[in-house]
């Protein structure tokens, strides 16, 4: 069986991905915490901080993995503006420990990565865009794509966007919010000029063990199959929840006052990974749809 090692394992990402390997293959989940929040019965755990090359290295030379997973990640973006020195310790410190393992031995490294190292002049964003990040986020995770692409042949950079689903005690993202917002009756202001193609995490983690198992090399856009505002996508999260769509009001990125600029036209475009992958990359309502069946309870 084929081992993966799985940073950020108590993520959203982390979560599903140590959930569908598992599947297939032997898992060594890490993260910052020292208890699991994972269901799998099937994988390992350990509180591992990634930025202590030491301790890192240890268990990676213990593991001896054939992939490692980089879904860890200091993901906050407005708060990559505030902590600069943190994020740079855990996007980019973090991946010069793994690249520096990786170039040693014979393992491959699939890092995630943004649709935030563009401007959003353009997007969606084929894999051959210029970069050029607009925040400290997306600076940082085109940092960690340069050293890897400098130092490394046996890697894949999966670049991805607006990750939604449910897992266990993860810090809520746009739909999960977006559902209890409207549930408690509360009015919400969304911006009409804000464009992606937001991908439901299982699909996510479906399409990169898909990756992983033809050994895919270079860099690959994952996003979801449909690309449209942020106004838009919360009115479909009302239509499939069936929420009250009238708490929704339109509004424009530079009305918001967020911390982080953010790119406008986002998005990847995810024409090749539809051409190699066999998993089919969900369009808005489709990822919904089972994302409501999964808090629904149902299969
Ligand atoms: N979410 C999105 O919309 C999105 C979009 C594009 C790309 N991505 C990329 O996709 C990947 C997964 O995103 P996600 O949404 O699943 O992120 P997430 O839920 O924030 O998970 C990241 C995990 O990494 C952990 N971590 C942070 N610093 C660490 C450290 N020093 N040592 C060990 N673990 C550490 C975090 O722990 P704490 O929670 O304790 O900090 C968290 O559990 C990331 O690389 C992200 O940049 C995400």
């Known amino acids: 069986m084929k081992r993966v090692f799985i ?44 930025t202590d090359k030491e301790t890192l290295l240890e268990s990676l030379e213990e593991f001896h ?18 902590e600069k020195e943190a994020a740079f310790r855990a996007n980019v410190g973090a991946v010069q420990n ?22 959003g002049k353009e997007g969606p964003y084929p894999e051959n865009a210029e970069e050029n990040p607009v925040g400290y986020y997306g600076q940082t995770k085109f940092e960690a794509e340069q050293l890897i692409k400098a130092n490394l042949k046996n890697y894949l950079i999966a670049r991805t966007n607006v990750l939604y689903g449910i897992a266990n005690k993860v810090r809520s993202n746009f739909v999960t919010w977006l559902i209890e917002t409207l549930k408690d009756g509360k009015p919400v202001r969304i911006v009409t000029d804000q464009y992606n193609n937001p991908i439901l995490v299982d699909n996510l983690a479906e399409a990169l063990r898909e990756c992983a198992e033809m050994d895919l090399t270079g860099i690959l856009n994952l996003g979801g199959g449909e690309y449209l505002s942020r106004y838009d996508f919360a009115l479909k999260i009302a239509e499939v929840f069936t929420l009250d769509r009238n708490l929704i009001t339109p509004i424009v990125t530079k009305d918001l006052g967020q911390v982080a600029p953010r790119p406008l036209k986002g998005g990847l475009d995810e024409t090749l990974a539809r051409r190699l992958l066999s998993t089919k990359l969900l369009d808005a309502r489709e990822g919904l749809e089972v994302m409501k069946r999964q808090v629904q309870g149902k299969p």
Not at 18 to 38: A, M, N, P, Y
Not at 72 to 81: H, I, L, Q
């Open 7 to 50: 940073t950020g394992a108590n993520g959203l990402l982390g979560q599903k991905s140590v959930s569908v390997f598992s599947k297939r293959w032997e898992v060594l989940g890490i993260d910052l915490h020292q208890t699991s929040f994972l269901d799998s019965k099937n994988a390992t755990y350990r509180g591992i901080d990634f």
């Open 98 to 119: 793994l690249v520096e393992y990786c170039s040693g031995e014979n393992c491959k490294l699939i890092q995630l990565s943004t649709d935030y190292l563009f401007d």
């Open 65 to 82: 993995p054939d992939v490692i997973l980089n879904a860890g990640a200091f993901t906050d973006v407005d708060g990559c503006e505030k």
